[in-house]
């Protein structure tokens, strides 16, 4: 079996050639830059989030039951087989009541 190039396709219709790009228009985009923030603006803007950090917790099984517990008492969506907050979430709440409390104490 011999082997050959595939056919070439001829355009159908009438079809314009591909313009060849212009080389100073395409410098002068990149050469263009962008526009600087005004110190206005950047106050305007709200400052870089908080960056959220990761970490490991060790609890005793004893204390992560009265958690469960604790949980499963809270208000849930009706029909929702699940409970109305998360573990991760329940411990956050107690974090951030701590602070408080903490806050109080110290200040």
Avoid: C, H
């Avoid at 960056?51 to 849930?76: C, G, H, V, W, Y």
């Amino acid at each position: 079996m011999a082997i050959s190039k595939p056919p070439v396709k001829k355009p159908v219709g009438n079809t314009l050639p591909a313009a060849t790009p212009d080389e100073k228009k395409i410098e002068a985009v990149i050469n263009r830059g962008s526009t600087s923030v005004s110190p206005d603006s950047a106050s305007i803007q709200e400052s870089e989030p908080e960056r959220i950090k990761n970490f490991n917790i060790r609890i005793t099984s004893s204390m992560l039951q009265e958690i469960d517990a604790l949980r499963a008492k809270r208000p849930r969506k009706p029909t929702s087989p699940k409970l109305g907050i998360s573990t991760q979430d329940w411990l956050l709440e107690a974090v951030q009541e701590k602070l408080q409390r903490e806050k109080k104490k110290y200040k």
